[in-house]
């Protein structure tokens, strides 16, 4: 009878030595090297900010009414805003903001004369659209009520006005 014991447990040993066999032999090999760590974050430097959604205002076909459209601004800045209209076509290349400041709900842009001579340059309705795609554009991304356009440090003037009060959004479709 021991001799059967004995059998028995070496059939068993083999069935579970056979069994561990092939579960290693089956399993996913794990790699040799050490898995790579996860990229450091870093802080995006200043110029290389990832653009941000914004909100221009653009004229429509007939230069009547603007129309609000999405554009990509390269940062948070004022001159951003001023690019993204640039590449959407509603104010003229080389237009900059020169300096800006809000006050009790009222954003004052003073823009280089670029900017003052697109205005006077334009006929009535294109003079409107210069203008309130700035005030509209600047309105919302600032969260401001009205918007005060200067030129050189002095309200704008056209040959149809001169722009010495705070505007407040319009010429929207």
Known sequence: MNKRIWIILVAILLAIAACVGVY????????????????????????????????????DEQ???????????????DQALVDALIEMGALPAGVEVQ????ADG????????V???????SGTAGETMLVYALVNTFAQARGVDKVQI??????????HEVYDSPLEMGYTS
């Open 24 to 59: 290693f032999a089956t399993r996913p090999s794990e790699p040799d090297t050490p898995p790579e760590p996860n990229p450091p974050v870093t802080e995006p430097q200043p110029g290389q900010e990832e653009p941000q959604p914004v909100v221009v205002y653009v004229p």
């Open 63 to 77: 230069g009547e009414t603007l129309t609000p459209v999405g554009a990509q601004a390269k940062d948070d800045s």
């Open 99 to 102: 300096s800006s400041g809000e």
């Open 106 to 113: 009222v954003l004052t842009l003073d823009m280089n004369a």
């Open 115 to 121: 900017y003052g001579n697109a205005v006077r340059s």
């Open 150 to 159: 200067n030129v050189d440090g002095n309200p704008l003037e056209s040959g």
